[in-house]
């Protein structure tokens, strides 16, 4: 079970009704089938079609939407497009997101006091956006580039989404659930895994003693446990826009910053976020500023 199954089952036993968005239906299905009150629909964040169809689906049933988790994504992967040609990461954790979102916002702004949470990573101290080539079509491709672009693309959106949002009452959060040991590891090789302590059995990411989890690392249970801090605490009634680590809001640290832990400037900078939105309406040909 990865964060957003764990995500899911949190909610669930608390009374919420979930709908999760998978490309696997089948495979979600079995996972949640014990759950209640949880919903499984078809959704591929690299393809608009796809995203199109399920917030259509959920805008169908006339139902508020008082939270939006946008938990997917992909690491490290070789250079691969989706369908309109874009760097597959910057456009599954990044711009499918944005699409998702902007389709979603009816529902979003009908509940009066919803929340989105971007799920974001340390990934994002690698740097901030290219805004000249944010798909790698005149830069040689670098697959912890990608990543660390769309990891502080996704803390941007927080930002400019909290700002835009506010009128309507909803507000936006990023969060770092933590290093943890999922399927997001599949495309790191056994020597990038190797020097962070991990081996792979089976095709699973393992580390030597399961009982004795690395500071560096978290369980799956304590990743998730930020995500539905930002989701439901008090604590950020009123608040917004901002980058969450550890159930808390993260420390600003200098770009140069050597710590594993707080947010970097140019993640939360407001005119590079407000540059991001209006490259990914472009990107994206949804006019989300007329939406949002």
Same mark, same amino acid.
Request: with cysteine; glycine share 8%; proline share 4%.
């Given at each position: 079970?990865?964060?957003?199954?764990?995500?899911? &089952? #949190?909610?669930?036993?608390?009374?919420?009704?979930?709908?999760?968005?998978? &490309?696997?239906?089948?495979?979600?299905?079995?996972?949640?089938?014990?759950?209640?009150?949880?919903? #499984?629909?078809?959704?591929?964040?690299?393809?608009?079609?796809?995203?199109?169809?399920? +917030?259509?689906?959920? %805008?169908?049933?006339?139902?508020?939407?008082?939270?939006?988790?946008?938990?997917?994504?992909?690491?490290?992967?070789?250079?691969?497009?989706?369908?309109?040609?874009?760097?597959?990461?910057?456009?599954?954790?990044?711009?499918?997101?944005?699409?998702?979102?902007? &389709?979603?916002?009816?529902?979003?702004?009908? /509940?009066?006091?919803?929340?989105? @949470?971007?799920?974001? /990573?340390?990934?994002?101290? *690698? =740097?901030?956006?290219?805004?000249?080539?944010?798909?790698?079509?005149?830069?040689?491709?670098?697959?912890?580039?990608?990543? =660390?672009?769309?990891?502080? +693309?996704?803390?941007?959106?927080?930002?400019?989404?909290?700002?835009?949002?506010?009128?309507?009452?909803? *507000?936006?959060?990023? @969060?770092?659930?933590?290093?943890?040991?999922?399927?997001?590891?599949?495309?790191?090789?056994?020597?990038?895994? /190797?020097?962070?302590?991990?081996? &792979?059995?089976? =095709?699973?990411?393992?580390?030597?003693?399961?009982?004795?989890?690395?500071?560096?690392?978290?369980?799956?249970?304590?990743?998730?446990?930020?995500?539905?801090?930002?989701?439901?605490?008090?604590?950020?009634?009123?608040?917004?826009?901002?980058?969450?680590?550890?159930?808390?809001?993260?420390?600003? #640290?200098?770009?140069?910053?050597?710590?594993? /832990? =707080?947010?970097?400037?140019?993640?939360?900078?407001?005119?590079?976020?407000?540059?991001?939105?209006?490259?990914?309406?472009? %990107?994206?040909? @949804?006019?989300?500023?007329?939406?949002?």
């Amino acid at each position: 079970m990865g964060l957003g199954m764990e995500t899911t &089952r #949190v909610l669930s036993n608390a009374g919420a009704t979930v709908v999760v968005g998978s &490309r696997d239906t089948r495979k979600a299905q079995m996972t949640v089938a014990k759950m209640k009150n949880v919903e #499984v629909g078809e959704l591929d964040l690299a393809s608009p079609d796809s995203i199109d169809r399920f +917030a259509n689906e959920f %805008l169908n049933s006339n139902r508020a939407l008082d939270l939006l988790i946008n938990n997917a994504g992909v690491m490290a992967t070789p250079l691969t497009r989706d369908a309109r040609g874009y760097e597959l990461q910057f456009a599954t954790n990044h711009l499918g997101h944005f699409q998702l979102t902007a &389709r979603l916002w009816p529902a979003l702004k009908r /509940s009066g006091d919803a929340r989105v @949470v971007a799920l974001s /990573s340390r990934g994002h101290a *690698r =740097g901030g956006i290219d805004f000249s080539d944010p798909n790698f079509n005149k830069r040689p491709y670098d697959k912890w580039a990608a990543y =660390g672009q769309s990891k502080s +693309a996704n803390s941007l959106f927080a930002v400019e989404l909290d700002k835009r949002g506010q009128k309507d009452g909803v *507000r936006a959060f990023a @969060v770092h659930p933590g290093g943890i040991l999922t399927d997001l590891l599949k495309y790191m090789t056994d020597e990038e895994l /190797s020097a962070y302590g991990i081996y &792979r059995e089976n =095709g699973v990411p393992k580390i030597p003693d399961a009982t004795k989890v690395p500071e560096r690392f978290k369980t799956i249970e304590e990743g998730a446990a930020t995500t539905i801090w930002c989701a439901v605490s008090p604590q950020l009634k009123g608040k917004g826009g901002v980058y969450c680590e550890d159930c808390d809001i993260a420390a600003m #640290v200098p770009a140069d910053s050597k710590l594993n /832990s =707080g947010v970097r400037p140019w993640a939360v900078d407001r005119a590079a976020a407000e540059e991001l939105w209006s490259l990914s309406e472009k %990107l994206t040909s @949804v006019p989300a500023g007329s939406i949002i």
